[in-house]
């Protein structure tokens, strides 16, 4: 099983590339790459699978992030 997957995510607001991931209190992966597109902003992240697997809310500070 993989360890981390590469995801899109659609964040509330515009995030940082570099921007620690973190879900369930933990740090659970990293912004490889962000932007904002016509519907609104995108980022590209690896995160840990059993952070997916759990379905675990994921948040960059007070920025809740939604799995495209």
Known sequence: KLAKSLVKLAPDTMVEI???ISGGGKNVGTVT???V???G???LAYVKTSALDNST??????TALHLR
């Open 18 to 20: 570099g921007a620690a």
């Open 41 to 43: 902003a995108l980022a």
């Open 57 to 62: 809310a994921l948040m960059i500070g007070d």
């Open 37 to 39: 597109g016509p519907d």
């Open 33 to 35: 790459s962000a932007a």
